[in-house]
Structures are given as C-alpha cells and as structure tokens.
C-alpha cells in the first residue's frame, strides 16, 4: 500500500477544510464581534490556529517518515514534561530523579520505539522507571512529602512520555496488507479524536444546557459530549480508507478513542483543578499549553496501538 496518494488527499483536503474555518473565523471576528474580544468566537480563531499550526508541523514530520514522527513526538513530550512538572510539588532534592525524567527515560523510550522493540518500549517506563525514581527519591534523603513528590514524577512519565510514544509507535505495526500505512493511522487518529474535541465544543456552544462534570469542567455538558462524540464517530467512520478497518469497524474504534480522549480531557483537568490553575501554561504565541490541546490523544493513543496490535497485527 501507498502513503502517498492517500496521504496527498488527506493533507489536500485538511488544508481546504482549513481555509474555509479561518475565513469564517474572520468574518465572525470582524463583522459579529467588531474585532472585540468575544469567548466563542476567540476560541474558535485559537483552535483554527492549532489546527494549522498542527497539520504544518505533522506533515513536515510526515515527510521524513518514521524518523519524522518519532523525533517530533519525542519534542512534544519534553514540551509536556514541562509544563507538567512546572505545577507539581518538587524539591530540591529530587533534581537526580527529575534529570533522569528528561535526560534518560524520555529519550531511552523514543530510541526504543524507533529501534521497534516493543517488549523493552511497552516496560521501560511502568516497570523500570517506576522502580528506579522512587530510588533516587529515597538516596536524596528527603522525606517531605516523599510519596507525593516520587508519584507525581511518575505520573509526569505515564502521562506525557510513555502514552505519548504510542502515536509513533503506529508506524513501527506489521499489518498484512497495510504495509508502509502507519503514517495513515496516526493521521486517522489524530483527526478523529482532535475533531471530537471541537466537535465537543461546538455542540456544547449550541446545545449545552447539562453539565457533564462541574467541579472539572465547567464547559463540558452531557449534550457537547454526546453530540461531538457521535459527530466525530462519523468522521472517524468517513476516514476509514486511511485504515485496515471496515466502515462501521472503523466507527467502533472511532468510538472507543474517542471516549478515552474524553476521559483523558476530565482526568487533566481534574490534576488543574488540584493544582489550583485554569490552564497548562502556554504553548506557542501565547496559547493554552500542549497538555491543554493534547491531553485526548495522550489517553487514546495506547488504546488505538494495542488494538490494531492485536487485533490487525501480523
């Protein structure tokens, strides 16, 4: 199988669905708001400008292949340790375990993707680095709020390292029949569950009334979720060319990722509002962090790999 062809419409398209949504963002910027600061629509301008944003970046990476997603994957998930530490509680004394988070576990885990050496990749992190922080943690002889700090260094690896890492690791799958397609299925998940996110959005702007979760999320309501939920299942369904799925397999699993996306949504924001913040820093020109953008694919995306690893896989 080719990624070209298929790859050139999915770009050719994306790029003409984007176009279409930042003349409309103009229009509705200029002539509804008069350029004045107004939620819904501001909100709207910023997700069109992730989107392009991200549809640049992927392609670019897309270019240079398994290389390409690897290497990018791994500068998104240094970018979310970031901001991830930078809210939890740390002391000095945990600066070994923190540079071995960095500087040893996160690459370790990318080279070993792009190596495709499933059974060190899938352990390092939930076995060996689980093992080995709380070690550091206890040589430094700080005892503070030990189990706290060494936990939140864990979560940190969980969160945006090793669940991140499976959007690589997409490429490394042996599918009979799709060989050279892993660039096609880390692009249908991407839209699907990035599209469930504004479809989630949208639908609550228009039909909100339920609150699905207030202490969370103030924004999320049970009509956003259901009808961006089901809206992006579509979508997931329309895109199942780009996959080894049958169309209403590809709904299905359109499904399950999307629920976890949502799931990984309200898990994230329920460590902000522990944390005591609205947002996960800031990502490029001033926007909401990656964690803030990102936060439902970190979730679905090992979900999505073990799927298709065991259920596609050769």
Do not use: N
């Not at 080995?132 to 943690?137: C, K, N, R, V």
């Not at 940190?156 to 991140?164: E, K, N, Q």
């Amino acid at each position: 199988m080719s990624d070209v062809d298929p790859l050139f419409r999915l770009f050719a398209g994306t790029f003409a669905v984007l176009v279409i949504a930042s003349v409309a963002a103009w229009l509705l910027k200029h002539y509804i708001a008069h350029d004045l600061p107004q939620k819904t629509i501001d909100t709207f301008i910023e997700r069109v400008r992730w989107w392009w944003a991200m549809t640049i970046v992927l392609g670019i990476a897309f270019a240079f292949g398994k290389v390409g997603v690897v290497v990018l994957a791994g500068i998104v998930s240094f970018l979310m340790l970031r901001e991830f530490v930078s809210l939890a509680y740390t002391r000095r004394a945990d600066h070994w375990a923190l540079a071995a988070v960095f500087f040893v576990f996160l690459p370790l885990q990318y080279v070993l993707v792009g190596l495709e050496v499933y059974g060190l990749y899938s352990l390092l992190i939930p076995v060996y680095a689980f093992l080995t922080l709380p070690i550091f943690a206890a040589f430094s002889a700080d005892t503070t709020r030990f189990f706290e700090r060494t936990a939140k260094l864990q979560a940190s690896l969980m969160i945006c390292v090793y669940c991140v890492s499976y959007v690589p690791a997409l490429v490394t799958l042996d599918i009979p029949g799709f060989d050279g397609g892993g660039l096609l299925l880390i692009a249908w998940l991407v839209l699907t569950v990035q599209s469930s996110d504004v479809l989630q959005y949208l639908w609550g702007e228009l039909k909100g009334r339920t609150q699905l979760a207030p202490s969370l999320s103030s924004e999320r309501t049970i009509e956003g979720v259901v009808g961006g939920i089901g809206s992006a299942v579509v979508v997931g369904a329309l895109l199942f060319w780009l996959t080894p799925f049958t169309l209403l397999q590809a709904a299905l699993i359109a499904l399950v990722v999307c629920l976890m996306g949502l799931f990984g949504g309200l898990v994230m924001s329920a460590i902000k509002r522990d944390r005591g913040v609205k947002e996960w820093g800031t990502g490029f020109e001033g926007q909401r962090g990656f964690l803030e953008h990102l936060d439902s694919v970190m979730f679905a995306a090992p979900v999505y790999f073990h799927i298709l690893r065991y259920w596609w896989g050769a």
